[in-house]
């Protein structure tokens, strides 16, 4: 997965993270960038 040029974000360091985790994390970073973006990859997934 790979974040869009311009977007910030981290996943978290665990191996394999809560999905709930890594999507409120995403959502925390990437919602004041892409809200557009954001709002297709949870409809898309």
Do not use: H, Y
């Not at 981290?10 to 709930?20: A, L, N, R, S």
């Amino acid at each position: 997965f790979r974040f869009p040029q311009g977007g910030r974000g981290e996943w978290p360091k665990d191996p394999q993270p809560p999905p709930v985790r890594v999507s409120a994390k995403f959502v925390l970073c990437a919602t004041g960038n892409r809200p557009s973006f954001l709002r297709q990859l949870i409809f898309s997934s």
